[in-house]
C-alpha cells in the first residue's frame, strides 16, 4: 500500500498531536504542526511570532495569511517522494481553499482527511489537564501521566507547564472558535471525498492503530 499524505482535522484537545507524534516514529513524514512553528516562533521573538501572540495567548486564531504563507513556505520545499502531515492547519475554510489550491499546484494528490471526533466534554477535561513539555513540546495529561508543572519530561528532562490557552477562559474560547471557524471543514472535506472519521475517544492505542491503518493506503468514507 503506499503512504498517503495526511492532515489531521478535529477540536483542540483531539489528539492530533499526539498521533502525529507516533505516525512520524513508524514512518517518515514530513510533519507541520502550525501550532508548534507559531509557538516556536513566540519563544524565539521572530517578527512572525510577535504577531501571533496575543491571539493565541487568548486562544484565537491566528491571521490567514499569516500560516498560509508559513505552510506554503515548507510545503513547496517537500520533495515528489516525500509525504506531509498537516496537523492543526487547515482550521478556516479560507486556509482548506489556499491548500487545496496549492496542492494542485504541486501536481500531488489530494491528502486524506482524519477527523478525530471527540466530545466537547471530553476536550474542556483533556485540556484542563495537559502538561506540555517546554523544551520538546512533547504532550502529557495530569490524570494519564501523573504529571504535573514543574516535573521534568521523561522524553528530555525539559520542564512541564500548563500552556497559557490551556486555561479555562481561553480553552472556552478556542471551542467556540473551533466550531465557529474549524467544523465547516468537515462538511468541505466530506463534499470532496478526502473525510475519514475516527472515533478518537477509542482508547489512545486504538485511534493510533486506526490512524497508521489509514496511513498506509486508507480509502475515505
Ligand atoms: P490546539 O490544536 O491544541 O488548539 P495548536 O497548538 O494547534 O492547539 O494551536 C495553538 C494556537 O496557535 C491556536 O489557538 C491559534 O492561535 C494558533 N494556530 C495554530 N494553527 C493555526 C491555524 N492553522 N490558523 C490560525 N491559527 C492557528
Ligand atoms: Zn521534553
Known sequence: MPQRDLILLGPPGAGKGTHAEHLQNQMAYLHMSTGDILRAAVAAETE?????????NA????????????????MTQLGAEEHYLLDGFPRTVAQAEALTALVAELGRTAALVIYLAVSDEEVVHRLGGRRMCRKCGAIYNV?????????????CGGELYLRRDDQPEAVRNRLAVYKQDTQPL????????????????????????????????????
Not at 512572525?48 to 493565541?56: N, S, V
Not at 462538511?187 to 486506526?210: F, H, I, M, N
Request: with cysteine; glycine share 12%.
Open 59 to 74: 486562544g484565537e486564531l491566528v491571521p490567514d495569511e499569516l500560516v498560509i504563507d508559513l505552510v506554503q513556505e515548507r
Open 143 to 155: 490524570d494519564r501521566d501523573g504529571l504535573d508543572v514543574g516535573d521534568s519530561c521523561p522524553e
Open 186 to 221: 468537515i462538511d468541505y472535506y466530506q463534499q470532496r471525498g478526502q473525510l475519514v472519521t475516527v472515533d478518537g475517544e477509542d482508547g489512545q492505542a486504538k485511534v493510533s492503530e486506526r490512524v497508521a491503518e489509514l496511513a498506509w493506503g486508507g480509502q475515505p468514507d
Open 48 to 56: 512572525l511570532g510577535k504577531q501571533a501572540q496575543a491571539y493565541m
